[in-house]
């Protein structure tokens, strides 16, 4: 066995354990939920997910998710975009803000939440400023279709910390170079950030999109913490759904959903490849 093929069985056992894991714990499961989504009592067929479109909770859940979803995934990437270009263009007190959303990744979902609900309460901190300013009455903020608001500033809080580092390093990537010879030619900052930042930060805006779409997922945690499992309906979600089956034991509808959740996640990730390919190939 000479050394290269010798380093390669190394490094394969090296890497066996982990792999294992993976395979047991995630690649298993995922595999055995899949079949088992296509099983019913008759045998092989699609009776549960024909059950599963059917059911009024679920479209609830669905319908508030694509909701939730196309609120926040923009509103993810301008906000950690317009922070990002703060920081790195040195405006004053632009890394105080940064190092105020890293502060809020830190501190413990539940311990936020509950200080969101005192901020968003009747009498909280919001409904006060709005008092003030515009007088009238106050505005029940969790509950009914208002409960978007605070769940939404959550979100853009809570999850904006990583992003922003990640668009850090891609400014400070981009030659200096290319803003000098536009600022020569007379480009404003806005056209500068269009055709050269925008561009040149295409994949990392595409990775930062994507992740948006993952923290939808997370943000169950908030959710439960501040409403339980069940919350009202304006935000019951999709993870409150599966959750809800879970403790149920309601296998049928929980591998469904499950399996298109991973059809969904996985269709978005080819089309974000994709779209980052076709914008770098002449």
Same mark, same amino acid.
């Given at each position: 066995?000479?050394? /290269? !093929? &010798? +380093?390669?069985?190394?490094?394969? @056992?090296?890497?066996?354990?982990?792999?294992?894991?993976?395979?047991?714990?995630?690649?298993?499961?995922?595999?055995?939920?899949?079949?088992?989504?296509? *099983? $019913?009592?008759?045998g092989? +067929? %699609?009776?549960?997910?024909?059950?599963? %479109?059917?059911?009024?909770?679920?479209?609830? =859940?669905?319908?508030? !998710?694509?909701?939730?979803?196309?609120? !926040?995934?923009?509103?993810?990437?301008? @906000?950690?975009?317009?922070?990002?270009?703060?920081?790195?263009? =040195?405006? /004053? +007190?632009?890394?105080?803000? @940064?190092?105020? %959303?890293v502060?809020?990744? =830190?501190?413990?979902?539940?311990?936020?939440?509950?200080?969101?609900?005192?901020?968003?309460?009747?009498?909280?901190?919001?409904? /006060?400023?709005?008092?003030?300013? %515009?007088?009238?009455?106050?505005? *029940?903020?969790? $509950?009914?279709?208002?409960?978007?608001?605070?769940?939404?500033?959550?979100?853009?809080?809570?999850?904006?910390?990583?992003?922003?580092?990640?668009?850090l390093?891609?400014?400070? =990537?981009?030659?200096? $170079?290319?803003?000098?010879?536009?600022?020569? $030619?007379?480009?404003?900052?806005?056209? &500068? !950030?269009?055709?050269?930042?925008?561009?040149?930060? @295409?994949?990392?805006?595409?990775?930062i999109?994507?992740l948006?779409?993952?923290?939808?997922? &997370?943000?169950?945690k908030?959710?439960?913490?501040?409403?339980?499992?069940?919350?009202?309906?304006?935000?019951?979600?999709?993870?409150?759904?599966? *959750?809800?089956?879970?403790?149920?034991?309601?296998?049928?509808?929980?591998?469904?959903?499950?399996?298109?959740?991973?059809?969904?996640?996985?269709?978005?990730?080819?089309?974000?490849? /994709?779209?980052?390919?076709?914008?770098?190939?002449?």
């Open positions: 066995m000479n050394k /290269r !093929t &010798k +380093g390669f069985w190394i490094g394969w @056992l090296i890497l066996l354990p982990h792999l294992g894991g993976v395979v047991v714990f995630y690649l298993y499961p995922f595999l055995w939920s899949v079949i088992r989504s296509f *099983n $019913d009592a008759s092989l +067929g %699609f009776s549960n997910y024909s059950e599963l %479109f059917h059911n009024a909770a679920f479209q609830v =859940a669905v319908l508030n !998710t694509l909701l939730f979803t196309c609120l !926040t995934v923009p509103l993810h990437v301008v @906000l950690a975009m317009a922070v990002a270009l703060s920081v790195h263009n =040195a405006i /004053r +007190g632009s890394i105080w803000l @940064l190092h105020s %959303f502060l809020y990744y =830190a501190i413990p979902t539940a311990s936020i939440a509950y200080s969101w609900t005192l901020l968003f309460g009747n009498s909280g901190i919001v409904n /006060r400023v709005i008092h003030e300013i %515009f007088g009238g009455l106050l505005i *029940n903020w969790l $509950d009914g279709n208002w409960l978007f608001v605070p769940l939404v500033s959550f979100f853009l809080i809570k999850y904006c910390a990583y992003p922003i580092l990640i668009l390093g891609g400014l400070q =990537a981009i030659p200096g $170079d290319l803003y000098e010879a536009a600022a020569i $030619d007379g480009a404003s900052f806005m056209r &500068k !950030t269009r055709w050269i930042t925008i561009p040149l930060l @295409l994949p990392e805006l595409s990775f999109a994507l948006g779409f993952f923290y939808n997922f &997370k943000i169950y908030e959710a439960y913490a501040m409403f339980g499992a069940y919350p009202p309906r304006s935000i019951y979600l999709v993870q409150h759904f599966m *959750n809800n089956n879970f403790i149920q034991l309601n296998l049928n509808r929980l591998v469904a959903s499950s399996t298109l959740t991973a059809a969904v996640a996985a269709l978005l990730i080819l089309l974000l490849v /994709r779209m980052n390919r076709s914008a770098y190939e002449p």
